[in-house]
């Protein structure tokens, strides 16, 4: 029998929402035009397979369209850009968890409503145009601003070619970014959020900076091929994020002075075959906590990435792979006694492919692999050999029923149904008991497996 | 050692000057008008492909316009953003 965790009150809204906006859709009459963020095609009059493969994976002209400034119309539709997505999800670790991850939770087979968002999405005035969240999830039971990227573009003649130079301000490193190599769209693009109970540590620009702070830059595209950015980031102190109402506010890290981010890429393309090359990365000193008088830790992201793309009729291939090096200089937790090293380096890598038949059946295989400086104090508490190293992989299964059309008469609806299988090879340097607890279950890597049952539902 | 909260040298209202400030002055002096696609970026060609054809597209204004890409537009040409004019 099958243990779930969430209150009865819980388990009857999320399963009211899901089936509620499951009928909705599936009432299907006539197949009209359907979106991604919906909003973004009823102002361009494209359906969702026009910008996605499979959302939120994109297509050449999906990268367009957002290098452009979510601006381009052509769709008949005036109701204004907002749109609203939810995301009621279920969880199972092959072992349980020593303890409920959330209030209101089991310690395993957990059934919530991971998430609803309200979205922005769309052109604002002229070539100002915004891909804006406010969301809601469960685990911090809050609503605050989420990645959010607001940006200006115009075309423009450069060495007898045609480019777009734009402006982008946002609150996320690489939410601006359109290959889906970079961390914030990268694969997997959904997990659960309460489990498992142990992961590979990431590199500070796999999420360290989201929603933390706030950055303006500006880009180039040139020749439909060659894109270029340079953005600074400052950090957002304790009240601002408390005014956007971030989870952890009051406890979160500081940053001081500008963080520089850099991006450059190169897609040439062949027909409908893409290949990206590019390189971004990240400068920035941390102040742990916020709390100054002990220096920073000073943090150095290089990423190497690559993209191949085959984006035909009717099925795509995409191959994406994401090496990201990052060197640590822990001034402040070394003098705090937070790490046994002045000197640490973190490396992330990951590969992955999808196959996607007509926007609809998506089918990802992926794999990742953490290494780095073995450190006593930032890793003995998970570690027994002291030791960052993870790797696993990763199978995604999603049907994307609404991707050329969807039931009248609101021709706006999308959604991605699907299971997430994540097998971890290795946790923190060993394999069973990696952590000398000797507790077993989660204790043991592949006790972390985890299946990931999910509807993302937006209209 | 002392230890004081961090409170980097802006505050909120520069942060949200900021954020706003580049794309206003940007927009200073333009139109209303969003940028186009190149022809380049969805793949345009001046005649059908597989029986479709920009006169057959909810995109297409006559006489060789297009709502979504840029330049001339022929009424037999295709693109990749190609959506069936409702009959």
């Not at chain 1, 609809?360 to 998970?382: I, M, R």
């Not at chain 2, 002055?25 to 060609?45: D, E, H, I």
Request: charged share 15%; glycine share 10%; hydrophobic share 40%.
């Amino acid at each position: 029998m099958i243990k779930v965790g969430a209150s009865a009150r819980d388990h009857i809204i999320t399963i009211a929402l899901g089936v509620l906006g499951l009928a909705v859709m599936t009432a299907t009459l006539a197949p009209q035009s359907a979106q991604a963020i919906p909003s973004f095609a009823r102002q361009t009059g494209q359906p969702c397979a026009a910008c996605h493969t499979a959302f939120p994976e994109l297509t050449p002209f999906g990268r367009r369209f957002k290098l452009n400034g979510y601006t381009l119309q052509g769709g008949d539709n005036t109701l204004p850009r907002f749109s609203f997505m939810f995301m009621p999800t279920f969880s199972h670790t092959k072992a349980d968890q020593d303890a409920p991850p959330i209030p209101g939770t089991n310690v395993n087979n957990n059934l919530i409503l991971q998430q609803a968002t309200l979205l922005y999405g769309g052109q604002i005035y002229g070539g100002l145009g915004a891909f804006a969240q406010l969301t809601w999830d469960r685990v911090s039971n809050q609503v605050y601003l989420d990645g959010s990227d607001f940006r200006y573009a115009e075309k423009f003649t450069l060495f007898g070619k045609d480019a777009t130079w734009g402006v982008t301000v946002n609150n996320s490193p690489t939410v601006q970014d359109v290959w889906n190599t970079t961390p914030a769209f990268g694969f997997p693009q959904l997990a659960s959020t309460i489990a498992p109970a142990f992961t590979p540590p990431l590199t500070h620009i796999e999420g360290s900076w989201a929603n933390q702070v706030a950055g303006a830059g500006a880009y180039v595209f040139w020749n439909d091929m060659l894109y270029a950015e340079l953005t600074g980031y400052k950090g957002l102190t304790h009240g601002q994020l408390e005014a956007l109402n971030e989870p952890g506010a009051s406890t979160a890290d500081g940053l001081n002075g500008l963080a520089p981010y850099w991006r450059l890429a190169v897609e040439p393309h062949w027909g409908d075959h893409y290949w990206e090359l590019g390189t971004f990365g990240m400068y920035g000193q941390v102040i742990p906590g916020g709390i100054t008088g002990f220096g920073t830790d000073n943090y150095t992201d290089v990423g190497i990435d690559s993209q191949y793309q085959y984006d035909g009729d009717p099925y795509s291939v995409t191959i994406k792979a994401t090496n990201i090096m990052e060197w640590q200089k822990l001034n402040n937790s070394f003098v705090q006694g937070v790490s046994s090293n002045l000197n640490n380096r973190l490396d992330s890598f990951k590969l992955d492919a999808s196959f996607v038949w007509d926007h609809t059946y998506s089918f990802t295989g992926g794999y990742f692999n953490v290494s780095g400086t073995s450190d006593a104090l930032l890793y003995g508490a998970s570690s027994a050999i002291n030791s960052p190293n993870g790797s696993g992989l990763i199978f995604d299964a999603a049907y994307l029923p609404f991707s050329h059309g969807s039931p009248w008469p609101y021709s706006s609806y999308n959604a991605r149904i699907g299971v997430t299988y994540t097998h971890y090879l290795k946790l923190f340097g060993g394999t069973s008991n990696f952590d000398g607890s000797g507790l077993g279950n989660t204790h043991s890597s592949s006790g972390n497996d985890t299946i990931f049952v999910y509807a993302w539902l937006a209209f | 050692m002392k230890t004081t909260v961090f409170k980097p040298d802006f505050n909120r209202r520069s942060v949200v000057a900021a954020a706003f400030a580049l794309p206003l002055v940007a927009l200073s002096g333009r139109a209303a008008q969003a940028a186009k696609m190149t022809q380049n970026a969805v793949a345009y060609q001046p005649t059908p492909k597989d029986g479709k054809k920009c006169s057959d597209c909810t995109l297409f204004v006559a006489p060789k316009a297009c709502k979504s890409v840029d330049g001339d537009i022929s009424p037999d040409g295709w693109c990749k953003i190609w959506v069936k004019k409702p009959s």
